[in-house]
């Protein structure tokens, strides 16, 4: 499995976590912007799309100022919207779920809640790479289809991803609830940009300037 996904070989492991440390005051500055930002439900897909862009920019070990943050949250303002009112409706529909699981004896409201939950998961690989594609100026139709797509061309990579972030989330929040509060967001978003800052120069090696598909391709922003 490890031999199929490159983005686990050693060696690229050891650059990405060499590039996280030596970036760690943006991952811990951008990761409590976004948690302020995230309060106000109406701006947190905005802020969310913010640091997943900004994040490429720090993966692709590339000069950024802390005002990048900002400028990005201004570009993506209308295509982060719609995002907000996915993570508002999601969140409705985990807690409703939630609440159906309480109800003992009662069968058919669990397949419903376990069935919702499933949704909601295929929702969330989905949606996963939306921030990342996000670009100024471009449709949000446009936006959606890459995310999707890519979603589902690496799926197993992308589970693999969330699992890594749940047993980091869990270290964290062992030792210090406030870590995991400034070091999540911009870790989740930092390595779902290394994976595809991966995926972009081995492809860009293999066609040698030709044009790739879509479902495989998460072109930079700015």
């Excluded at 990761?31 to 640091?51: E, F, Y």
């Excluded at 720090?58 to 907000?84: C, H, I, M, N």
Aim: glycine content about 8%; proline content about 3%; overall charge positive.
């Amino acid at each position: 499995m490890f031999q199929a996904r490159g983005w686990l070989h050693w060696s690229y492991v050891k650059a990405s976590l060499s590039c996280y440390y030596w970036n760690l005051h943006y991952v811990i500055l951008y990761s409590l912007l976004t948690v302020v930002l995230l309060l106000p439900v109406v701006t947190a897909g905005p802020a969310i799309c913010a640091l997943c862009v900004s994040m490429r920019k720090v993966a692709d070990d590339r000069s950024v100022k802390p005002s990048e943050y900002f400028r990005q949250l201004t570009a993506l303002w209308k295509l982060g919207l719609p995002l907000s009112g996915a993570m508002a409706a999601g969140a409705g529909g985990v807690g409703c779920s939630l609440f159906l699981l309480t109800l003992e004896g009662e069968t058919v409201y669990r397949t419903i809640a376990w069935t919702a939950l499933f949704l909601i998961g295929m929702f969330v690989l989905f949606l996963f790479y939306y921030p990342f594609a996000v670009r100024s100026g471009q449709s949000f139709y446009t936006t959606l289809v890459q995310s999707a797509q890519y979603g589902v061309y690496y799926a197993v990579d992308t589970i693999l991803i969330i699992c890594m972030i749940v047993i980091y989330y869990k270290i964290l929040a062992y030792f210090s609830g406030f870590a995991a509060l400034a070091l999540i967001p911009g870790t989740v978003a930092f390595m779902g940009a290394r994976f595809i800052h991966y995926h972009n120069k081995r492809i860009e090696d293999e066609q040698n300037g030709r044009n790739v598909s879509i479902k495989s391709d998460l072109r930079d922003n700015q």
